[in-house]
């Protein structure tokens, strides 16, 4: 889970503050979070006071099972539009990471979608999620590094493309865009 919310918030939030702009991006963000806080607390007053463990348990408890039904294929469609978001993603982000790497002809997307589908496909039939625990610690530790490197590129980026532009007010040119960049 935190694997799923740090990656969705590494893509999305550098594109959201660049539409919205730093003020409202902020109060978007913290308006977000706020929500997110108090979903939270409800949802955890909810289950010590009914003794329920689980978000679906605790529908059942306060809504009855046919809201328990509906929960379950609200969460099976979202599931199901995250893979087609995950795959659509990966398939337009492997032809371009191919053509970085010097063979563009190597990967297109329909086959890059295709070769993630069988890959992904047996994994998928594992019965329990604890399998994944090692990636998981893996990926968020990409993620860091993903995070790292757009702090550290980003004035310098920023600087060449907008020289007379200062990132957030402040002068960054110290960042030359090219500390982590391959030789």
């Given at each position: 889970?935190?694997a799923?919310?740090?990656?969705?918030?590494?893509?999305?939030?550098?594109?959201?503050?660049?539409?919205?702009?730093?003020?409202?991006?902020?109060?978007?963000?913290?308006?977000?979070?706020?929500?997110?806080?108090?979903?939270?607390?409800?949802?955890?007053?909810?289950?010590?006071?009914?003794?329920?463990?689980?978000?679906?348990?605790?529908?059942?408890?306060?809504?009855?099972?046919?809201?328990?039904?509906?929960?379950?294929?609200?969460?099976?469609?979202?599931?199901?539009?995250?893979?087609?978001?995950?795959?659509?993603?990966?398939g337009?982000?492997?032809?371009?990471?191919?053509?970085?790497?010097?063979?563009p002809?190597?990967?297109?997307?329909?086959?890059?979608?295709?070769?993630?589908?069988?890959?992904?496909?047996?994994?998928?039939l594992?019965?329990?999620?604890?399998?994944?625990?090692?990636?998981?610690?893996?990926?968020v530790?990409?993620?860091?590094?993903?995070?790292?490197?757009?702090?550290?590129?980003?004035?310098?980026?920023?600087?060449?493309?907008?020289?007379?532009?200062?990132?957030?007010?402040v002068?960054?040119?110290?960042?030359?865009?090219?500390?982590?960049?391959?030789?």
């Amino acid at each position: 889970l935190l694997a799923t919310g740090l990656g969705s918030g590494v893509l999305t939030l550098p594109w959201l503050f660049h539409r919205v702009g730093i003020i409202v991006g902020i109060v978007v963000l913290m308006l977000g979070g706020l929500g997110a806080h108090m979903s939270l607390r409800v949802l955890a007053s909810l289950s010590r006071v009914s003794g329920k463990q689980s978000y679906a348990e605790i529908v059942r408890e306060l809504l009855g099972p046919r809201a328990e039904s509906f929960l379950e294929w609200v969460l099976i469609v979202y599931s199901v539009g995250v893979l087609v978001s995950y795959f659509v993603f990966l398939g337009d982000f492997l032809p371009h990471v191919a053509t970085i790497m010097g063979h563009p002809d190597l990967v297109t997307r329909d086959g890059s979608i295709m070769c993630l589908a069988v890959v992904i496909f047996p994994v998928a039939l594992l019965r329990r999620l604890s399998a994944f625990r090692y990636l998981s610690a893996f990926s968020v530790v990409c993620l860091g590094y993903v995070m790292s490197v757009c702090v550290v590129e980003a004035p310098g980026k920023h600087a060449q493309l907008h020289e007379d532009i200062p990132m957030f007010g402040v002068e960054l040119g110290w960042l030359n865009g090219e500390l982590l960049s391959a030789p």
